[in-house]
């Protein structure tokens, strides 16, 4: 009998996590759940879900007969994670708090509690992805300190582990994973990546885990649930209120109680109106929030994005950008949004210019690029400016026409 390897599962009362520690236990390794209480609230309804989740964590894990433990990172999230988001809020922009958690929560504070307090050689999460590695391999991972020089010493041996997305497609959370760190990566085993949501759902019936099963999937803000959002960011930030104003004819069409309430895209409550208005651009320093008519409006539709020194998730971009400074591969920023095909450019502070093989709506500064290339989920880096939208360039167009007839024509040369 070979060592028994110790997998510390992070439980979250669902149903994924709680198939995900059942799985590693069936394969023979010791297995310690843990559940992570990240916010310290109750909820609109005045019930606190962080107990019930708890609650029903422990319970798979005494079904297991596995030891369970709790950890806190309330102090953690607020700091790394909420008062980040409030900034980018307050900067106009829309932050991605699941990606922002998994960052720095789960695959930091967690994965250096499951390793270096625990003592594990490994930890786990009910994400649906998968890496390049076997699990034989996660274990016999060393703790690598990480570079303290910008460049490595480019003769280093390196074998990266890569990140791929899991077998259900619908269910991929490869984009969730998109700003971990490689060391994480490394010592990450995910049991549901060769799985379908409805397989892992026929394990739990199977087990008996019919209280994690009657639970509808988390949505919302990641640990702070489903809420309204427009009054749950008001009891953090100062109004601010502003007019929206039509792009088309600067006209005010109603006011709102502060930028940061609507994001691109979404649907402007405007009164007195027959059909529906969108918020299309917001200028935080006027606090002005340009709405246009119709859901598919040319001010909504835009083909390139730049982002902010991007993260690989190998550390290096791959070699044939380095080399050319240019990538075929594909994007998303918004999780099961189809990919789209792109052209990306490396600039010389590290971070990228995307440009998309179509235009796609609400492209959102504060949101990630993700980007795909074949099954391999590369890194992301946040949107940061947005390229021009096609209102702005039909518009544009329109104007050098009708600038075209007053231009003085050249005198034709005499025939020689």
């Not at 490994?122 to 991972?141: C, I, K, L, N, P």
Request: neutral net charge; contains cysteine.
């Amino acid at each position: 009998m070979g060592v028994i390897r110790h997998v510390v599962c992070a439980m979250s009362g669902g149903v994924d996590s709680s198939v995900a520690a059942l799985l590693l236990k069936k394969r023979g390794y010791s297995v310690t759940g843990v559940f992570m209480k990240n916010w310290d609230s109750l909820d609109e309804s005045g019930t606190c879900t962080t107990e019930k989740d708890c609650e029903d964590a422990y319970r798979v894990c005494q079904a297991l007969d596995i030891p369970f433990h709790q950890v806190s990172y309330v102090k953690e999230y607020w700091h790394e994670v909420f008062s980040k988001l409030l900034k980018e809020y307050e900067r106009g922009r829309t932050p991605n708090p699941d990606i922002l958690c998994n960052r720095h929560i789960k695959f930091n504070h967690f994965h250096k509690y499951a390793i270096d307090t625990l003592g594990a050689d490994a930890m786990a999460t009910g994400h649906y992805a998968r890496t390049s590695q076997e699990d034989e391999e996660v274990f016999q991972q060393t703790h690598l300190a990480p570079p303290t020089t910008l460049f490595r010493d480019r003769f280093e041996i390196r074998n990266p582990v890569r990140l791929y997305k899991g077998a259900d497609l619908l269910k991929d959370q490869t984009f969730f994973l998109c700003q971990i760190s490689q060391e994480a990566l490394r010592q990450t085993t995910f049991p549901l990546a060769g799985l379908t949501k409805d397989f892992v759902k026929k394990i739990a019936a199977e087990a008996g885990f019919h209280h994690v099963l009657k639970k509808k999937e988390s949505m919302g803000i990641c640990f702070i649930g489903e809420r309204n959002f427009e009054n749950f960011i008001m009891e953090y930030l100062e109004p601010k209120p502003g007019n929206l104003i039509s792009i088309e004819d600067g006209a005010v069409m109603g006011t709102h109680k502060g930028w940061f309430t609507l994001t691109l895209g979404q649907r402007a409550r405007i009164g007195g109106q027959r059909d529906p208005w969108f918020v299309v651009d917001k200028d935080t320093d006027t606090g002005d929030v340009f709405v246009a008519p119709t859901t598919n409006h040319p001010a909504l539709f835009r083909d390139t994005v730049g982002t902010d020194r991007f993260h690989w998730l190998t550390i290096d971009p791959p070699p044939e950008l380095i080399k050319t400074q240019m990538m075929e591969c594909h994007f998303r920023f918004i999780h099961q949004m189809p990919l789209t095909p792109c052209t990306v450019t490396l600039n010389m502070n590290g971070s990228v210019w995307i440009t998309l093989s179509q235009p796609i709506r609400a492209l959102t500064p504060g949101q990630f690029a993700v980007l795909y290339k074949g099954d391999e989920c590369l890194g992301s880096g946040k949107i940061m400016q947005l390229g021009p939208s096609e209102y702005t360039l039909q518009r544009g167009r329109e104007r050098l026409v009708t600038a075209a007839p007053h231009e003085e024509k050249p005198t034709p040369e005499p025939a020689s």
